[in-house]
Protein backbone atom coordinates (compact mmCIF):
# COMPACT_ATOMS: atom_id res chain seq x y z
CA UNK A 1 0.00 0.00 0.00
CA UNK A 2 1.33 3.50 -1.36
CA UNK A 3 1.98 6.16 2.36
CA UNK A 4 4.06 6.33 5.12
CA UNK A 5 4.17 3.49 7.94
CA UNK A 6 5.90 3.58 11.15
CA UNK A 7 6.68 0.55 13.09
CA UNK A 8 6.17 -0.54 16.18
CA UNK A 9 2.64 1.32 17.01
CA UNK A 10 3.70 0.84 20.80
CA UNK A 11 7.01 0.41 22.48
CA UNK A 12 7.53 -0.55 26.32
CA UNK A 13 11.40 -0.63 27.36
CA UNK A 14 13.97 -0.35 29.69
CA UNK A 15 15.98 2.58 30.79
CA UNK A 16 19.48 2.19 29.18
CA UNK A 17 18.17 -0.18 26.14
CA UNK A 18 18.64 0.14 22.39
CA UNK A 19 15.19 0.27 20.35
CA UNK A 20 15.14 1.66 17.00
CA UNK A 21 11.72 2.96 15.47
CA UNK A 22 10.82 2.44 11.67
CA UNK A 23 10.01 4.67 9.32
CA UNK A 24 9.41 3.92 5.59
CA UNK A 25 7.37 5.73 2.72
CA UNK A 26 6.16 4.19 -1.18
CA UNK A 27 6.68 7.79 -2.59
CA UNK A 28 10.18 8.30 -3.22
CA UNK A 29 9.82 11.41 -1.22
CA UNK A 30 13.01 13.51 -0.59
CA UNK A 31 12.38 14.59 2.67
CA UNK A 32 12.07 12.99 5.61
CA UNK A 33 11.44 13.95 9.25
CA UNK A 34 11.57 12.23 12.82
CA UNK A 35 9.63 14.47 15.53
CA UNK A 36 8.49 13.78 19.11
CA UNK A 37 5.02 15.22 20.40
CA UNK A 38 4.94 15.98 24.16
CA UNK A 39 2.37 18.00 25.47
CA UNK A 40 3.39 21.66 25.61
CA UNK A 41 5.53 21.45 23.47
CA UNK A 42 4.32 20.47 20.39
CA UNK A 43 6.17 18.90 18.01
CA UNK A 44 9.78 18.99 18.27
CA UNK A 45 12.01 18.07 15.15
CA UNK A 46 14.28 15.11 16.30
CA UNK A 47 16.51 14.68 12.52
CA UNK A 48 15.45 15.17 9.14
CA UNK A 49 17.02 14.19 6.26
CA UNK A 50 16.82 15.58 2.84
CA UNK A 51 18.23 12.73 0.41
CA UNK A 52 19.79 9.49 1.35
CA UNK A 53 22.85 9.72 2.86
CA UNK A 54 22.18 13.38 4.06
CA UNK A 55 20.79 14.07 7.15
CA UNK A 56 20.38 16.84 9.71
CA UNK A 57 20.33 17.51 13.39
CA UNK A 58 16.98 19.32 14.46
CA UNK A 59 15.73 20.95 17.45
CA UNK A 60 16.56 18.02 20.10
CA UNK A 61 18.72 15.29 18.83
CA UNK A 62 20.48 14.29 22.17
CA UNK A 63 20.57 10.59 22.70
CA UNK A 64 19.48 9.86 18.93
CA UNK A 65 20.92 8.34 15.81
CA UNK A 66 19.38 8.44 12.44
CA UNK A 67 20.29 6.79 9.41
CA UNK A 68 19.28 6.80 5.97
CA UNK A 69 21.15 4.29 3.29
CA UNK A 70 17.56 3.90 1.03
CA UNK A 71 15.08 6.66 -0.18
CA UNK A 72 11.93 5.18 1.32
CA UNK A 73 13.86 4.10 5.15
CA UNK A 74 14.40 6.25 7.74
CA UNK A 75 14.92 4.60 10.93
CA UNK A 76 14.98 6.29 14.46
CA UNK A 77 17.62 4.60 17.26
CA UNK A 78 17.84 5.54 20.90
CA UNK A 79 20.73 3.95 21.72
CA UNK A 80 20.43 4.18 25.41
CA UNK A 81 17.28 4.57 26.56
CA UNK A 82 16.07 7.15 29.36
CA UNK A 83 12.74 8.14 30.38
CA UNK A 84 12.40 11.65 29.60
CA UNK A 85 12.25 10.05 25.83
CA UNK A 86 8.89 8.95 26.54
CA UNK A 87 7.25 10.50 24.51
CA UNK A 88 4.71 10.04 21.19
CA UNK A 89 7.07 9.55 17.92
CA UNK A 90 6.26 10.45 14.48
CA UNK A 91 7.71 10.32 11.04
CA UNK A 92 7.14 12.28 8.19
CA UNK A 93 7.93 12.70 4.40
CA UNK A 94 7.50 15.31 1.81
CA UNK A 95 8.62 16.21 -1.45
CA UNK A 96 7.54 19.91 -2.19
CA UNK A 97 4.12 20.98 0.11
CA UNK A 98 2.63 19.54 2.68
CA UNK A 99 4.03 16.52 4.42
CA UNK A 100 2.40 13.04 4.77
CA UNK A 101 2.57 11.66 8.84
CA UNK A 102 3.14 8.27 9.80
CA UNK A 103 0.67 6.90 12.39
CA UNK A 104 2.94 7.56 15.00
CA UNK A 105 4.96 5.48 17.54
CA UNK A 106 4.48 5.45 21.00
CA UNK A 107 6.99 4.95 23.26
CA UNK A 108 7.62 4.17 27.09
CA UNK A 109 10.90 4.03 28.73
CA UNK A 110 10.24 2.44 32.42
CA UNK B 1 16.78 28.30 14.45
CA UNK B 2 14.09 29.86 13.10
CA UNK B 3 10.59 29.15 15.57
CA UNK B 4 7.24 29.58 15.04
CA UNK B 5 5.40 30.91 18.42
CA UNK B 6 1.42 29.49 18.84
CA UNK B 7 -0.81 31.18 20.72
CA UNK B 8 -3.08 29.86 22.65
CA UNK B 9 -2.11 26.47 23.96
CA UNK B 10 -5.87 26.04 24.85
CA UNK B 11 -8.77 26.87 23.98
CA UNK B 12 -12.05 25.90 24.76
CA UNK B 13 -15.35 26.70 23.34
CA UNK B 14 -19.07 25.84 23.07
CA UNK B 15 -20.79 24.38 20.10
CA UNK B 16 -21.65 27.48 18.06
CA UNK B 17 -18.97 29.70 19.00
CA UNK B 18 -15.79 31.08 16.88
CA UNK B 19 -12.17 30.36 17.55
CA UNK B 20 -9.09 31.13 16.59
CA UNK B 21 -5.48 30.50 17.24
CA UNK B 22 -2.90 32.54 16.01
CA UNK B 23 1.08 32.05 15.00
CA UNK B 24 4.20 34.51 15.07
CA UNK B 25 7.60 34.32 13.53
CA UNK B 26 10.17 36.90 14.71
CA UNK B 27 11.83 36.69 11.00
CA UNK B 28 9.78 36.67 7.61
CA UNK B 29 8.13 33.45 6.68
CA UNK B 30 8.78 32.50 3.03
CA UNK B 31 5.20 30.43 3.48
CA UNK B 32 3.52 28.74 6.20
CA UNK B 33 1.29 26.06 6.76
CA UNK B 34 -1.21 24.70 8.94
CA UNK B 35 -2.23 21.19 9.91
CA UNK B 36 -4.79 19.40 12.25
CA UNK B 37 -4.56 16.61 14.41
CA UNK B 38 -7.55 14.53 15.52
CA UNK B 39 -7.07 12.96 19.06
CA UNK B 40 -5.02 9.81 18.85
CA UNK B 41 -4.37 10.64 15.34
CA UNK B 42 -1.27 12.22 13.52
CA UNK B 43 -1.25 15.79 11.79
CA UNK B 44 -2.71 16.18 8.31
CA UNK B 45 -2.43 18.97 6.33
CA UNK B 46 -4.55 21.77 5.97
CA UNK B 47 -3.46 24.93 3.68
CA UNK B 48 -0.24 26.86 2.14
CA UNK B 49 -0.14 30.39 2.46
CA UNK B 50 2.49 31.81 0.58
CA UNK B 51 1.79 35.58 -1.07
CA UNK B 52 2.02 38.10 1.41
CA UNK B 53 -1.94 38.90 2.96
CA UNK B 54 -3.16 36.01 1.33
CA UNK B 55 -6.46 35.09 2.68
CA UNK B 56 -7.60 31.42 1.71
CA UNK B 57 -11.03 30.05 3.05
CA UNK B 58 -11.49 25.96 3.27
CA UNK B 59 -15.82 25.98 4.03
CA UNK B 60 -15.26 27.43 7.88
CA UNK B 61 -12.11 27.91 8.00
CA UNK B 62 -10.39 31.01 7.19
CA UNK B 63 -6.47 31.49 6.86
CA UNK B 64 -4.70 34.67 6.86
CA UNK B 65 -0.80 35.31 6.23
CA UNK B 66 0.32 38.74 7.53
CA UNK B 67 1.52 41.79 5.30
CA UNK B 68 4.79 41.55 6.80
CA UNK B 69 4.81 37.35 6.48
CA UNK B 70 5.11 37.00 10.17
CA UNK B 71 2.19 35.86 11.68
CA UNK B 72 -0.57 34.02 10.35
CA UNK B 73 -3.92 33.16 11.66
CA UNK B 74 -6.39 30.18 11.57
CA UNK B 75 -10.25 31.00 11.97
CA UNK B 76 -12.58 28.81 12.42
CA UNK B 77 -16.61 29.91 12.62
CA UNK B 78 -19.38 28.76 14.03
CA UNK B 79 -17.35 25.05 15.61
CA UNK B 80 -18.83 22.38 15.81
CA UNK B 81 -17.73 18.86 17.22
CA UNK B 82 -15.64 17.75 14.56
CA UNK B 83 -13.53 20.95 14.75
CA UNK B 84 -11.79 19.57 18.03
CA UNK B 85 -7.96 18.26 17.84
CA UNK B 86 -4.67 20.16 17.89
CA UNK B 87 -3.86 23.08 15.12
CA UNK B 88 -0.43 23.22 14.34
CA UNK B 89 1.47 26.37 12.55
CA UNK B 90 4.53 25.25 10.60
CA UNK B 91 7.06 27.16 9.07
CA UNK B 92 10.54 26.17 7.25
CA UNK B 93 13.57 25.45 9.31
CA UNK B 94 15.70 28.31 8.53
CA UNK B 95 17.99 28.42 5.56
CA UNK B 96 18.10 24.39 5.15
CA UNK B 97 14.73 23.87 2.07
CA UNK B 98 12.00 21.28 3.03
CA UNK B 99 13.05 21.44 7.00
CA UNK B 100 9.37 22.36 8.76
CA UNK B 101 9.10 23.80 12.00
CA UNK B 102 5.99 23.29 13.84
CA UNK B 103 4.76 25.77 16.28
CA UNK B 104 3.21 24.15 19.78
CA UNK B 105 -0.10 23.49 18.71
CA UNK B 106 -3.42 25.18 19.94
CA UNK B 107 -5.99 22.19 21.49
CA UNK B 108 -9.45 22.60 20.71
CA UNK B 109 -11.96 21.43 22.82
CA UNK B 110 -15.73 22.00 21.49
CA UNK B 111 -18.36 21.77 24.13
CA UNK B 112 -22.05 20.17 22.86
Known amino acids: DAGITQSPRYKITETGRQVTLMCHQT?????MFWYRQDLGHGLRLIYY???????DKGEVPDGYVVSRSKTENFPLTLESATRSQTSVYFC?????????FGQGTRLTVV | GQQVMQIPQYQHVQEGEDFTTYCNSS?????IQWYKQRPGGHPVFLIQ?????EVKKQKRLTFQFGEAKKNSSLHITATQTTDVGTYFC????????????FGQGTILTVHP
Open chain 1, 27 to 31: WSHSY
Open chain 1, 49 to 55: SAAADIT
Open chain 1, 92 to 100: ASRENTEAF
Open chain 2, 90 to 101: AGPGGTSYGKLT
Open chain 2, 49 to 53: LVKSG
Open chain 2, 27 to 31: TTLSN
